[in-house]
């Protein structure tokens, strides 16, 4: 991966998140707004993979190793457009509103138990991965976190990967630590941490609030100044802190 220079700035505007960032992979570099959201023409890697090019070689190299063990690591999802996930969010938002009559704020609060805002999807980046294994025939919804318990279809895909998956640099972004908050627990959401972090504490300079208020995103009339610091805070921070 090409590395490009990273220009300091001062005076970061509210609601960006400044944290420095005490991580052995971060490298500090730049990337633009556009990148971070989702919009970027990225170059991509892998057919059925879609991810960034050293991502995309370090989960080639995961899917070798698990082969050996009997595991064939296979990716659900892995790179969204903003496009994409606002389509998500438009017809969540949708469901829950019209066909089940919620409140528009309650709407929203369910959504984000998995869903981000179109904008602040880790999806966006390239790096993330929501995988299983594919010698596992499922039926029905094969991301529910039941099936990666003991009994579950996915047991031993889950752990090979709490054994194996950090030696090779992806990590678990939605834990099951009890006090975590944000959005639930994921066993099959993976992210590339030499990539994902720097692009995450490029992401916290951001001004989260204003720039989802220029996106007039369905429902965003309801995002408020104390709404927004809580996602930032519980959705987008509250993760497996090797990731921060």
């Keep these: 991966m090409q590395r490009r220079t990273f220009i300091k700035r001062s005076g970061i505007a509210s609601l960006a998140i400044g944290v420095l960032p005490h991580s052995p992979f971060f490298q500090e570099e730049e990337y633009t707004t556009d990148e971070l959201m989702g919009k970027a023409d990225i170059k991509l890697y892998g057919d059925g993979i879609n991810l960034r090019k050293e991502a995309y070689e370090a989960f080639l190299e995961m899917k ?25 969010w438009e017809r969540k938002y949708q469901q829950y509103t019209d066909e089940e009559g919620m409140k528009p704020v309650a709407a929203i609060d369910k959504i984000i138990e998995y869903s981000t805002i179109p904008g602040t999807s880790r999806h966006h980046w390239g790096t993330d991965a929501d995988i299983v294994d594919g010698y596992r025939k499922v039926e029905g919804d094969v991301l529910v976190p039941e099936k990666f318990e003991t009994g579950g279809p996915y047991e031993a895909f889950k752990n090979w990967m709490d054994t194996n998956s950090e030696k090779f640099n992806f990590y678990l972004v939605y834990t099951q630590e009890p006090k975590r908050k944000g959005f639930k627990y994921e066993p099959w959401h993976y992210s590339y941490a030499p990539i994902s972090i720097p692009m995450l504490t490029a992401f916290r300079k951001k001004n989260i609030l204003r720039l989802l208020k220029e996106e007039e995103l369905t429902g965003s009339e309801y995002f408020t100044t104390g709404f927004i610091r809580s996602y930032i805070q519980n959705n987008i921070l509250d993760i497996n802190t090797e990731l921060l």
């Design 64 to 88: 070798k190793a698990a082969y050996s063990d009997g595991i064939d690591l296979k990716i659900v999802s892995s790179y969204r457009s903003f496009d994409r996930q606002e389509q998500i």
